[in-house]
């Protein structure tokens, strides 16, 4: 079975543009999460998805939002791009609605903003 | 802010010894622990869990012990080889669906 896969798997930017990342979730699987991982600030939640609605939402301004689609497949989209949201973006995959259900991860995004 | 903190940023192990990655969670009504070990280039790779009502779990070279009493939970790696060298996190998934890290180890293993 395929893993959690993750488009374009790197990225430049400048300062005001905005970026839309793709995410493939493992088949079957219903929910998405994105995470941003930046060397200062560790790995931090962004979003989860499932069923086509935003569970939770993490401490990210409005810049950040991001959606699914009815085959599960999500994508995040990043407005007016600081140099600060240059970061790895990954998203994850669990296969139900359940909260203890492990996440499995994509290989990421790597977003870098001139 | 987090509720998982590693203890130590960084181990340097040689080859063939055994490694112990330590992580301490503040929030007691924690339930669920995930390891995570993450390579260059890649994204955090599913290791192990433990639900609560355990304290330990064993898979394929890895252990993972939890202490409620202490709120503190640790990885153990059997043997360890080069490709073991990796970023492991400890991560708490809570009842809204976020999963909470800690900052990471970084582990060297010395041949």
């Known amino acids: 079975k395929a893993g959690v896969t993750q488009t374009p798997r790197y990225l430049i930017k400048t300062r005001g543009q905005q970026v839309t990342l793709s995410c493939s979730p493992i088949?079957?699987?219903?929910?998405v999460s994105w995470y941003q991982q930046t060397p200062g600030q560790g790995l931090q939640f962004l979003f989860e998805?499932?069923?086509?609605?935003?569970?939770n939402k993490g401490n990210f301004p409005g810049r950040f939002s991001g959606r699914q689609f009815s085959n599960s497949r999500s994508e995040m989209n990043v407005s007016t791009l600081e140099l600060g949201d240059s970061a790895l973006y990954l998203c994850?995959?669990?296969?139900?609605?359940?909260?203890?259900?492990?996440?499995?991860f994509g290989p990421g995004t790597r977003l870098l903003v001139l | 802010g987090e509720s998982v903190g590693l203890h130590l940023p960084t181990l340097s192990v040689q080859e063939g010894d055994n490694s112990i990655i330590n992580c301490a969670y503040s929030?007691?009504?924690?339930?669920?622990f995930i390891w995570y070990k993450q390579e260059s280039g890649k994204g955090p790779q599913f290791i192990i869990d433990?639900?609560?009502?355990?304290d330990k779990r064993q898979g394929q070279r890895v252990t993972v012990l939890l202490n409620k009493t202490v709120k503190h939970l640790s990885l153990q790696i059997a043997a360890t080889q080069p490709g073991d060298s990796a970023v492991y996190f400890c991560?708490?998934?809570?009842?809204?669906?976020?999963?909470?890290f800690g900052a990471g180890t970084t582990v060297t293993v010395r041949a």
């Open positions: 994850a995959s669990s296969l139900s609605s359940l909260y203890q259900e492990t996440q499995y």
């Open positions: 088949s079957g699987h219903r929910s």
């Open positions: 998805y499932f069923s086509e609605t935003q569970r």
């Open positions: 929030n007691s009504a924690s339930d669920y």
């Open positions: 433990i639900r609560s009502n355990m």
């Open positions: 991560a708490d998934l809570s009842n809204d669906y976020k999963l909470s």
